[in-house]
């Protein structure tokens, strides 16, 4: 018993690639004068228009957010407690930093920041 082989011949077709470079001008070349020129033009009417917008209501964001923050705020029931801790650190920190000759008054200005936290939170909270 033979076994015959059939030769099997592969074929490799290569495609040329030197249309491409033609193609993707082409391509850029409509998309750049059609969607550019279109963008160009509604540009200024919305961006005059959003920014009216955000001017109007810039203060009333600001107010809202720190309403908000406030009452998230006085809801937790340990933030008093963390923040007047985090006064009392930063107090103890800035006496270092002055035993040193820094300048504490950052660090100061931190520890006050947190206890006006504290004392805002505990009056919104006594107001609910």
């Known amino acids: 018993m033979e076994i015959e082989s059939k030769g099997l011949e592969i074929v490799y077709r290569t495609h040329s690639i030197r249309p491409l470079p033609i193609l993707l001008v082409i391509a850029f070349s409509i998309f750049w004068t059609t969607v550019v020129p279109a963008q160009t033009l ?6 005059k228009a959003s920014e009216a917008a955000r001017q109007d209501d810039g203060g009333s964001e600001k107010k809202i957010r720190k309403i908000t923050d406030l009452t998230l705020k006085a809801r937790e029931a340990s933030f008093r407690q963390q923040a007047r801790s985090l ?11 002055a035993s040193q000759g820094g300048d504490p008054k950052p660090i100061l200005d931190a ?17 609910n």
Do not use: C, D, L
């Open 111 to 127: 520890a006050a920041y947190f206890e006006r936290q504290a004392e805002v939170t505990s009056r919104v909270s006594m107001g």
């Open 87 to 97: 006064a009392r650190g930063y107090r103890e920190t800035a006496e270092m930093v």
């Open 42 to 47: 509604t540009q200024p009417i919305f961006g």
